[in-house]
């Protein structure tokens, strides 16, 4: 799901619905594939309720030095170190904020 923001920000938002299916897993992913894997990494997070990309990439505008700029609203049940590292594997990289 796209969400247009004011001006010119935009996000896309990861909701927590069913998981696609597909493993859509590396470094060399699209967006759409990218989103695919956060969708099911979310799921697995107790305590999450939203999963936010925003910045260059949620533009289809990243580049080679671009990093995946994500934000989250959770409540107390939610481990951020664990899905810190689980948004990584997914993602292929560790170069997630």
């Known amino acids: ?7 010119h920000q935009q996000a ?4 927590l619905g069913p998981p696609p299916a597909g ?3 590396g470094p060399n992913m699209d967006l ?10 979310a799921a697995r997070h107790n305590g999450l309720h939203l999963l936010l990309l925003h910045g260059s990439r ?21 481990d951020p170190a664990g899905l810190q590292a689980d948004v990584s ?9």
């Open 1 to 7: 799901m796209r969400c247009v923001g004011s001006g």
């Open 12 to 15: 896309s938002l990861v909701g």
């Open 23 to 25: 493993n859509g897993y």
């Open 32 to 41: 759409d594939e990218a989103l695919a894997a956060l969708r099911r990494t």
């Open 58 to 78: 949620s533009r289809r505008r990243e580049h080679d030095r671009s990093d995946w700029d994500l934000g989250y609203l959770a409540d107390g049940d939610l």
């Open 89 to 97: 594997h997914a993602l292929g990289t560790d170069d997630v904020d």
